[in-house]
C-alpha cells in the first residue's frame, strides 16, 4: 500500500509564499497536486513526471507554482509565490503511473492538507 504524507500547509497573506512537500512511501511515482475549495471540484493544479523532467501547470498558476522532486526522498515539492486568496483550498498530492491532468489517471491519494491565503 502506497502511503503519501503532506505536510506545509498553512495560513499566509497574499503575495506571500509556502512549500508543500509530498513523502511517498515505496517507489517512485509519476506525481500531481490537486486543490479543492468548498463548494467546488477537485482541480488539477501541476504535475511531474518520475525523472522530473516533464511538468504540467493549470494556466491559473503558471509562474507562481513550481513543482519539483527528490527521487533520493521519493518526495515531491510545490513551491507556491504570489499567493491570492483563490489559492485557496485543501491541497492533495496524487501518485500514479502517469502524470496528467485527470484525477482519474493517479492510483493513490494523500489526506490533504489546507492552505489559507487572506486578502
Known amino acids: 500500500q502506497v502511503q503519501l504524507v503532506e505536510s506545509g500547509g498553512g495560513l499566509v497573506q497574499a503575495g506571500g509564499s509556502l512549500r508543500l512537500s509530498c513523502a511517498a512511501s515505496?517507489?517512485?511515482?509519476?506525481m500531481g497536486w490537486f486543490r479543492q475549495a468548498p463548494g467546488k471540484e477537485r482541480e488539477f493544479v501541476t504535475s511531474?513526471?518520475?525523472?522530473?523532467?516533464?511538468?504540467y501547470y493549470a494556466d491559473s498558476v503558471k509562474g507562481r507554482f513550481t513543482i519539483s522532486r527528490d527521487n533520493a526522498k521519493t518526495t515531491v515539492y510545490l513551491q507556491m509565490n504570489s499567493l491570492k486568496p483563490e489559492d485557496t483550498a485543501v491541497y492533495y498530492c496524487?501518485?500514479?503511473?502517469?502524470?496528467?491532468?485527470?484525477?482519474?489517471?493517479?492510483?493513490?491519494w494523500g489526506q490533504g492538507t489546507q492552505v489559507t491565503v487572506s486578502s
Open positions: 515505496g517507489r517512485t511515482y509519476a
Open positions: 511531474i513526471s518520475r525523472s522530473g523532467g516533464s511538468t
Open positions: 496524487a501518485a500514479g503511473s502517469r502524470y496528467g491532468l485527470g484525477p482519474d489517471e493517479y492510483d493513490y
